[in-house]
T-cell receptor
Framework: GAVVSQHPSWVICKSGTSVKIECRSL??????MFWYRQFPKQSLMLMAT?????????EQGVEKDKFLINHASLTLSTLTVTSAHPEDSSFYIC??????????????FGPGTRLTVT | KNEVEQSPQNLTAQEGEFITINCSYS?????LHWLQQHPGGGIVSLFM???GKKKHGRLIATINIQEKHSSLHITASHPRDSAVYIC????????FGTGTRLQVFP
């Protein structure tokens, strides 16, 4: 099956700094990628939909100036958490849709990135 | 009421037991996903279903579109199956269930 990677797998940063998380589709081109956030013992929540070559679409309540998404190529989307605060500590997961896979709505998930802000 | 409900929330089993996890949803969907999340957080996509039944190894997933219900079965369960199993429905914007935490003891 299709593979999606994330980097880094975990990161610790100080309050006020920015952190960039990368999501790559390794063996297919993803015109659409999705970013999710998961708090401890809770389910995933969609943060934004990232479309290659255009602006991301953010879900209600997600600050687009805080969570910057860039989908500059068909295999890479990045999420930058700007001016991170401890409440941004969470598990961030991306997924990618393979439009050439024959099933337009199949998504492949990355392994996730655990962010801890101290 | 959540749009996607899973049962049970927690499940313990002895190695070798047959396990069933259920997912009911109230929205119209094009596809239903079953995901596995291990301690440490990594998510693995197990199945995507739009109808019928799929099998992969010891895992079987079924869906009844009319009844808006899906089941994930694990045959001959093993301690390495211990994880959280998550049902998600939708097309682009997935709606996730809260997960079923499975522990299989030797």
């Amino acid at each position: 099956g299709a593979v999606v990677s994330q980097h880094p797998s975990w990161v610790i940063c100080k309050s006020g700094t920015s952190v960039k998380i990368e999501c790559r589709s390794l063996d297919f081109q993803a015109t659409t990628m999705f970013w999710y956030r998961q708090f401890p013992k809770q389910s995933l929540m969609l943060m934004a939909t990232s479309n290659e070559g255009s602006k991301a679409t953010y879900e209600q309540g997600v600050e687009k100036d805080k969570f910057l998404i860039n989908h500059a190529s068909l295999t890479l989307s990045t999420l930058t958490v700007t001016s991170a605060h401890p409440e941004d500590s969470s598990f961030y997961i991306c997924s990618a849709r393979d439009p050439g896979g024959g099933v337009s709505y199949e998504q492949y998930f990355g392994p996730g990135t655990r962010l801890t802000v101290t | 009421k959540n749009e996607v409900e899973q049962s049970p929330q927690n499940l313990t089993a002895q190695e070798g037991e047959f396990i069933t996890i259920n997912c009911s949803y109230s929205v119209g969907i094009s596809a239903l996903h079953w995901l596995q999340q291990h301690p440490g957080g990594g998510i693995v996509s197990l199945f995507m279903l739009s109808s019928g039944k799929k099998k992969h190894g010891r895992l079987i997933a079924t869906i009844n579109i009319q009844e808006k219900h899906s089941s994930l079965h694990i045959t001959a369960s093993h301690p390495r199956d211990s994880a959280v199993y998550i049902c998600a429905v939708g097309t682009d914007k997935l709606i996730f269930g809260t997960g079923t935490r499975l522990q299989v003891f030797p």
